[in-house]
């Protein structure tokens, strides 16, 4: 039996992108294969965990969304995983950077390009506003259903009031995109 190597689990509210103020148990899995320098998600500590584990404690919480999420979700989440999650009634919502290819039968794939993105089609895709130097031209790579554009958050507070200013201006000025905030941040929660 394959042990995967779980960082955390709990359950709150989705706190960004199209699914904002949903319930939802979160499956947070351990490592990432990118290093970026913004990442506001300590990952690295882990406990292994079965498949059936998993699947027994997020069926025991009265969500039936589930966030996928690491690091790097795609590093481990496995098709027999989704096959069992769906089993026990889940809607399987995953965050990726895109970067390694996922299992079939997710219900929902947010992806948050980095590095060089091998997925052409997901969901949702939700780039980081870094400023007026951000790449909207991702969006000619891959398709998606939705476009966000969530403002970067520096740990300063009065560069990111400058840059979800900027956000707003660049999402009116390119309308194909929406604005996408972390709210758990805005409420403190997890």
């Not at 039968?105 to 130097?133: A, Q, R």
């Not at 999402?171 to 929406?178: A, E, G, I, N």
């Amino acid at each position: 039996m394959k042990l995967l190597r779980v960082n955390e689990t709990f359950v709150s509210l989705q706190g960004e992108g199209h699914f904002t103020g949903t319930a939802a148990f979160f499956l947070r899995f351990s490592g990432c294969n990118l290093r970026c320098p913004f990442c506001d998600t300590s990952h690295q500590s882990f406990t292994e965990r079965s498949e059936d584990d998993i699947v027994a404690e997020a069926s025991g919480h009265k969500p039936r969304h589930i966030v996928v999420t690491g690091g790097e979700p795609a590093l481990q989440l496995t098709s027999s995983l989704v096959d069992k999650l769906h089993a026990a009634g889940f809607f399987i919502q995953v965050e990726t950077n895109g970067t390694l290819p996922l299992p079939e039968g997710i219900d929902w794939v947010t992806c948050s390009p980095k590095g060089n993105p091998v997925l052409k089609s997901v969901d949702e895709l939700k780039v980081l506003y870094e400023g007026e130097s951000t790449d909207l031209s991702i969006a000619d790579r891959i398709r998606a259903k939705e476009y966000r554009l969530q403002p970067l958050d520096t740990g300063n507070p009065e560069r990111n009031r400058a840059i979800v200013r900027s956000c707003i201006d660049c999402v009116l000025q390119h309308p194909r995109w929406s604005l996408s905030l972390q709210t758990h941040k805005m409420l403190d929660i997890k």
